[in-house]
Protein backbone atom coordinates (compact mmCIF):
# COMPACT_ATOMS: atom_id res chain seq x y z
CA UNK A 1 0.00 0.00 0.00
CA UNK A 2 0.91 3.78 -0.52
CA UNK A 3 -0.23 6.75 1.60
CA UNK A 4 -0.56 10.10 -0.03
CA UNK A 5 -0.01 13.14 2.09
CA UNK A 6 -0.92 17.04 1.63
CA UNK A 7 -0.34 20.02 3.89
CA UNK A 8 -1.57 24.08 3.12
CA UNK A 9 -0.43 26.28 6.43
CA UNK A 10 0.19 29.86 7.56
CA UNK A 11 2.37 32.22 9.45
CA UNK A 12 1.16 34.05 12.66
CA UNK A 13 3.32 36.24 14.58
CA UNK A 14 6.30 33.88 13.44
CA UNK A 15 4.40 30.23 14.03
CA UNK A 16 3.70 27.35 12.10
CA UNK A 17 0.74 26.09 11.81
CA UNK A 18 -0.39 23.08 9.28
CA UNK A 19 -3.17 21.19 8.39
CA UNK A 20 -2.10 17.94 6.67
CA UNK A 21 -4.76 15.59 4.69
CA UNK A 22 -3.77 12.21 4.43
CA UNK A 23 -5.92 8.70 2.51
CA UNK A 24 -4.15 5.71 1.14
CA UNK A 25 -4.24 3.25 -1.77
CA UNK A 26 -3.09 0.15 -2.98
CA UNK A 27 0.04 -0.50 -5.08
CA UNK A 28 -1.08 0.77 -9.07
CA UNK A 29 -4.37 2.72 -7.99
CA UNK A 30 -2.41 5.96 -7.58
CA UNK A 31 -0.77 5.30 -11.39
CA UNK A 32 -4.21 4.28 -12.76
CA UNK A 33 -5.96 7.24 -11.19
CA UNK A 34 -3.67 9.66 -12.02
CA UNK A 35 -4.24 8.62 -15.85
CA UNK A 36 -7.64 9.52 -16.05
CA UNK A 37 -7.44 12.18 -13.52
CA UNK A 38 -10.05 10.42 -11.27
CA UNK A 39 -8.63 10.98 -7.92
CA UNK A 40 -11.64 11.00 -5.76
CA UNK A 41 -11.31 7.16 -5.58
CA UNK A 42 -7.61 6.90 -4.22
CA UNK A 43 -9.16 6.09 -0.67
CA UNK A 44 -10.77 8.42 1.87
CA UNK A 45 -9.58 11.34 3.75
CA UNK A 46 -8.64 12.18 7.12
CA UNK A 47 -7.80 15.71 7.87
CA UNK A 48 -4.82 16.10 11.12
CA UNK A 49 -5.30 19.40 12.29
CA UNK A 50 -2.85 22.07 13.68
CA UNK A 51 0.54 20.82 13.33
CA UNK A 52 3.34 23.45 14.28
CA UNK A 53 6.39 22.08 13.12
CA UNK A 54 7.73 20.24 10.09
CA UNK A 55 8.93 17.57 12.02
CA UNK A 56 5.46 16.42 13.73
CA UNK A 57 4.08 17.07 10.05
CA UNK A 58 6.09 14.12 8.58
CA UNK A 59 5.25 12.29 11.70
CA UNK A 60 1.68 12.70 11.51
CA UNK A 61 1.80 11.46 7.91
CA UNK A 62 3.35 8.42 9.43
CA UNK A 63 1.38 7.44 11.90
CA UNK A 64 -2.18 8.46 10.38
CA UNK A 65 -1.28 6.26 7.06
CA UNK A 66 0.11 3.48 9.33
CA UNK A 67 -3.38 3.70 11.44
CA UNK A 68 -5.14 4.06 7.88
CA UNK A 69 -3.28 0.69 6.28
CA UNK A 70 -3.60 -1.52 9.65
CA UNK A 71 -7.54 -1.05 9.43
CA UNK A 72 -7.78 -1.32 5.90
CA UNK A 73 -6.19 -4.85 5.91
CA UNK A 74 -7.84 -5.97 8.98
CA UNK A 75 -11.29 -5.09 6.30
CA UNK A 76 -12.49 -2.41 7.57
CA UNK A 77 -12.87 1.16 5.90
CA UNK A 78 -11.87 4.46 6.80
CA UNK A 79 -14.17 7.03 8.31
CA UNK A 80 -14.17 10.32 6.58
CA UNK A 81 -13.34 12.60 9.55
CA UNK A 82 -10.59 15.24 11.87
CA UNK A 83 -8.26 13.66 13.81
CA UNK A 84 -5.77 15.31 16.67
CA UNK A 85 -1.80 14.55 16.17
CA UNK A 86 -0.53 13.82 19.74
CA UNK A 87 3.40 13.57 19.58
CA UNK A 88 3.60 12.40 23.28
CA UNK A 89 1.99 9.74 22.28
CA UNK A 90 2.72 9.27 18.97
CA UNK A 91 -0.72 8.86 17.74
CA UNK A 92 -4.03 10.24 16.06
CA UNK A 93 -7.61 10.37 17.67
CA UNK A 94 -10.59 11.48 16.35
CA UNK A 95 -11.79 15.30 16.80
CA UNK A 96 -15.10 15.58 14.80
CA UNK A 97 -16.32 13.74 12.02
CA UNK A 98 -17.56 14.99 8.64
CA UNK A 99 -21.13 15.56 8.01
CA UNK A 100 -20.34 13.92 4.37
CA UNK A 101 -18.24 13.27 2.60
CA UNK A 102 -18.18 16.55 -0.12
CA UNK A 103 -18.53 18.28 2.86
CA UNK A 104 -14.65 17.57 3.74
CA UNK A 105 -13.56 21.60 3.44
CA UNK A 106 -17.24 22.97 4.25
CA UNK A 107 -20.13 21.44 6.55
CA UNK A 108 -23.37 23.22 7.70
CA UNK A 109 -23.14 23.62 11.79
CA UNK A 110 -25.88 21.71 13.46
CA UNK A 111 -26.48 24.27 16.10
CA UNK A 112 -27.95 27.11 13.76
CA UNK A 113 -31.60 27.26 13.45
CA UNK A 114 -32.97 28.55 9.81
CA UNK A 115 -33.21 31.88 9.85
CA UNK A 116 -36.57 33.34 8.23
CA UNK A 117 -36.70 36.92 7.35
CA UNK A 118 -40.16 38.60 6.53
CA UNK A 119 -40.30 40.85 3.55
CA UNK A 120 -42.12 43.78 5.54
CA UNK A 121 -38.75 43.76 8.10
CA UNK A 122 -36.78 44.39 4.75
CA UNK A 123 -39.56 46.68 3.34
CA UNK A 124 -39.53 48.91 6.82
CA UNK A 125 -35.45 48.98 7.00
CA UNK A 126 -35.04 50.00 3.40
CA UNK A 127 -37.90 53.11 3.85
CA UNK A 128 -36.24 53.98 6.98
CA UNK A 129 -32.45 54.07 5.50
CA UNK A 130 -31.01 57.86 4.41
CA UNK A 131 -30.60 58.91 1.22
CA UNK A 132 -27.57 56.75 -0.18
CA UNK A 133 -24.61 58.57 -2.14
CA UNK A 134 -25.58 57.29 -5.67
CA UNK A 135 -29.37 58.20 -5.10
CA UNK A 136 -27.68 61.34 -3.98
CA UNK A 137 -25.29 62.30 -6.66
CA UNK A 138 -27.94 61.40 -9.58
CA UNK A 139 -30.30 63.39 -8.26
CA UNK A 140 -27.58 67.10 -7.28
CA UNK A 141 -26.87 66.14 -11.39
CA UNK A 142 -30.72 66.52 -12.42
CA UNK A 143 -31.42 68.87 -9.73
CA UNK A 144 -28.70 71.97 -9.83
CA UNK A 145 -26.91 70.62 -13.30
CA UNK A 146 -24.29 70.05 -12.27
CA UNK A 147 -21.08 67.65 -13.76
CA UNK A 148 -21.27 64.74 -12.37
CA UNK A 149 -17.37 64.75 -11.57
CA UNK A 150 -18.62 67.46 -9.15
CA UNK A 151 -21.76 65.52 -8.12
CA UNK A 152 -18.81 62.66 -6.81
CA UNK A 153 -17.24 65.35 -4.74
CA UNK A 154 -19.61 66.84 -3.24
CA UNK A 155 -21.57 63.26 -2.26
CA UNK A 156 -18.44 61.72 -1.22
CA UNK A 157 -19.11 63.09 2.07
CA UNK A 158 -22.47 63.39 4.13
CA UNK A 159 -21.23 66.62 5.77
CA UNK A 160 -20.01 67.67 2.68
CA UNK A 161 -23.14 67.28 0.67
CA UNK A 162 -25.32 68.84 3.61
CA UNK A 163 -23.07 72.08 3.58
CA UNK A 164 -23.68 72.52 -0.28
CA UNK A 165 -27.79 71.69 -0.23
CA UNK A 166 -28.02 74.23 2.29
CA UNK A 167 -25.88 77.10 0.54
CA UNK A 168 -27.58 76.20 -3.12
CA UNK A 169 -31.30 76.98 -1.53
CA UNK A 170 -32.63 78.77 -3.98
CA UNK A 171 -29.69 79.07 -5.80
CA UNK A 172 -27.78 78.64 -8.65
CA UNK A 173 -26.91 75.40 -8.41
CA UNK A 174 -23.98 74.83 -10.56
CA UNK A 175 -22.81 78.26 -9.16
CA UNK A 176 -22.87 77.23 -5.93
CA UNK A 177 -21.22 73.76 -6.66
CA UNK A 178 -18.00 76.23 -8.08
CA UNK A 179 -17.81 77.94 -5.09
CA UNK A 180 -18.30 75.25 -2.46
CA UNK A 181 -15.99 72.82 -4.49
CA UNK A 182 -12.74 75.54 -5.49
CA UNK A 183 -13.63 78.71 -3.06
CA UNK A 184 -14.24 76.78 0.43
CA UNK A 185 -12.78 73.54 -0.27
CA UNK A 186 -9.91 75.21 -1.18
CA UNK A 187 -9.60 76.74 1.69
CA UNK A 188 -10.76 74.53 4.15
CA UNK A 189 -7.87 72.16 2.66
CA UNK A 190 -5.17 75.12 3.30
CA UNK A 191 -6.01 75.93 6.50
CA UNK A 192 -6.11 72.53 7.42
CA UNK A 193 -9.60 72.36 8.36
CA UNK A 194 -12.81 69.91 8.30
CA UNK A 195 -16.22 71.62 6.88
CA UNK A 196 -17.60 71.48 10.00
CA UNK A 197 -15.55 73.62 11.60
CA UNK A 198 -15.39 75.92 8.65
CA UNK A 199 -15.67 80.18 9.52
CA UNK A 200 -17.98 80.32 6.86
CA UNK A 201 -21.46 78.75 7.52
CA UNK A 202 -23.75 77.39 4.66
CA UNK A 203 -26.05 80.94 4.70
CA UNK A 204 -23.14 82.83 4.66
CA UNK A 205 -21.28 81.22 1.70
CA UNK A 206 -25.52 80.99 0.59
CA UNK A 207 -25.55 85.04 0.64
CA UNK A 208 -22.17 85.37 -1.16
CA UNK A 209 -23.52 83.19 -4.38
CA UNK A 210 -27.12 84.99 -4.19
CA UNK A 211 -25.00 88.69 -4.29
CA UNK A 212 -23.18 87.31 -7.40
CA UNK A 213 -26.77 85.47 -8.93
CA UNK A 214 -28.71 89.14 -8.22
CA UNK A 215 -25.11 90.65 -9.94
CA UNK A 216 -24.85 93.09 -7.61
CA UNK A 217 -21.35 91.77 -7.22
CA UNK A 218 -18.93 90.39 -9.58
CA UNK A 219 -16.64 87.46 -9.25
CA UNK A 220 -13.59 89.42 -8.30
CA UNK A 221 -15.57 91.17 -5.72
CA UNK A 222 -17.32 87.96 -4.30
CA UNK A 223 -13.76 86.97 -3.33
CA UNK A 224 -12.88 89.40 -1.74
CA UNK A 225 -16.21 89.92 0.29
CA UNK A 226 -15.28 85.88 0.97
CA UNK A 227 -12.04 86.60 2.24
CA UNK A 228 -13.94 89.11 4.82
CA UNK A 229 -16.23 86.74 6.07
CA UNK A 230 -13.49 84.03 6.42
CA UNK A 231 -11.58 86.53 8.49
CA UNK A 232 -14.41 88.64 10.24
CA UNK A 233 -17.68 87.05 9.82
CA UNK A 234 -21.32 88.77 9.08
CA UNK A 235 -23.62 89.04 6.70
CA UNK A 236 -22.29 89.25 3.09
CA UNK A 237 -25.28 91.47 2.22
CA UNK A 238 -24.28 93.94 4.88
CA UNK A 239 -21.09 93.99 4.24
CA UNK A 240 -20.99 94.80 0.82
CA UNK A 241 -23.35 97.17 1.60
CA UNK A 242 -21.11 99.06 4.50
CA UNK A 243 -18.25 99.05 2.09
CA UNK A 244 -19.26 100.12 -0.86
CA UNK A 245 -18.65 96.34 -2.69
CA UNK A 246 -21.78 96.79 -4.63
CA UNK A 247 -21.15 96.38 -8.65
CA UNK A 248 -21.62 99.40 -10.97
CA UNK A 249 -24.10 98.11 -13.61
CA UNK A 250 -24.86 101.64 -14.45
CA UNK A 251 -24.34 101.65 -17.70
CA UNK A 252 -24.14 105.65 -17.75
CA UNK A 253 -21.14 105.29 -15.30
CA UNK A 254 -19.49 102.13 -17.28
CA UNK A 255 -19.64 104.45 -20.32
CA UNK A 256 -18.35 107.22 -18.79
CA UNK A 257 -15.22 105.49 -17.89
CA UNK A 258 -14.95 103.87 -20.77
CA UNK A 259 -14.67 106.94 -22.96
CA UNK A 260 -12.06 108.33 -20.38
CA UNK A 261 -9.84 104.90 -21.14
CA UNK A 262 -10.44 105.57 -24.79
CA UNK A 263 -9.71 109.19 -24.74
CA UNK A 264 -6.58 108.73 -22.51
CA UNK A 265 -5.16 105.89 -24.65
CA UNK A 266 -5.28 106.48 -28.87
CA UNK A 267 -2.33 104.28 -29.85
CA UNK A 268 -4.53 101.58 -28.08
CA UNK A 269 -7.02 102.00 -29.78
CA UNK A 270 -5.58 101.80 -32.97
CA UNK A 271 -4.59 98.67 -32.49
CA UNK A 272 -7.33 97.27 -31.22
CA UNK A 273 -8.91 97.94 -34.30
CA UNK A 274 -6.43 95.93 -36.10
CA UNK A 275 -6.26 93.05 -33.46
CA UNK A 276 -9.89 92.90 -31.24
CA UNK A 277 -8.04 90.48 -29.40
CA UNK A 278 -6.54 93.75 -27.81
CA UNK A 279 -9.62 94.90 -26.30
CA UNK A 280 -8.76 92.70 -22.98
CA UNK A 281 -6.58 95.31 -21.96
CA UNK A 282 -9.43 98.31 -22.16
CA UNK A 283 -12.09 96.29 -20.32
CA UNK A 284 -8.68 95.56 -17.21
CA UNK A 285 -8.37 99.55 -17.36
CA UNK A 286 -12.21 100.32 -16.80
CA UNK A 287 -12.08 97.82 -14.06
CA UNK A 288 -8.79 99.45 -12.56
CA UNK A 289 -10.93 102.52 -12.73
CA UNK A 290 -13.55 101.59 -10.82
CA UNK A 291 -12.38 99.90 -8.39
CA UNK A 292 -13.46 96.40 -9.88
CA UNK A 293 -16.70 97.51 -9.60
CA UNK A 294 -17.85 97.32 -12.87
CA UNK A 295 -20.11 94.75 -13.91
CA UNK A 296 -17.69 92.96 -16.68
CA UNK A 297 -20.54 92.02 -18.95
CA UNK A 298 -21.33 95.84 -19.44
CA UNK A 299 -17.28 96.69 -19.85
CA UNK A 300 -17.04 94.68 -22.27
CA UNK A 301 -19.99 94.97 -24.29
CA UNK A 302 -20.12 98.90 -24.34
CA UNK A 303 -16.33 98.98 -24.79
CA UNK A 304 -16.68 96.69 -28.24
CA UNK A 305 -19.62 99.04 -29.30
CA UNK A 306 -17.04 101.79 -28.99
CA UNK A 307 -14.23 100.40 -30.80
CA UNK A 308 -16.55 99.05 -33.63
CA UNK A 309 -15.52 95.64 -32.70
Not at 137 to 159: N, Q, S
Not at 167 to 185: C, P, T
Request: glycine share 8%; hydrophobic share 35%; charged share 30%.
Amino acid sequence: MRYLGTCDGNMQNGSLRADVNVSVCRPGDYERYQASQDFDHLGTRCEIKNMNSMRFIQHAIDVEAKRQIAILEDGGSIDQETRLYDPDKGETRSMRCKEEAHDYRYFPCPDLLPLEIEQSWIDDIKASLPELPDAKKTRFIADYGMTEYDAGVLTADVDDAAYFEEVAKGSDGKLAANWVINELFGRLKKDELQITDSPVSAAQLGGIVDLISKGDISGKIAKDLFDIVWTDGGNPADIVEARGMKQVTDTGAIEAAVDQVIADNPDQVEKAKLNPKLAGWFVGQVMKATGGKANPKAVNDIIAAKLGL
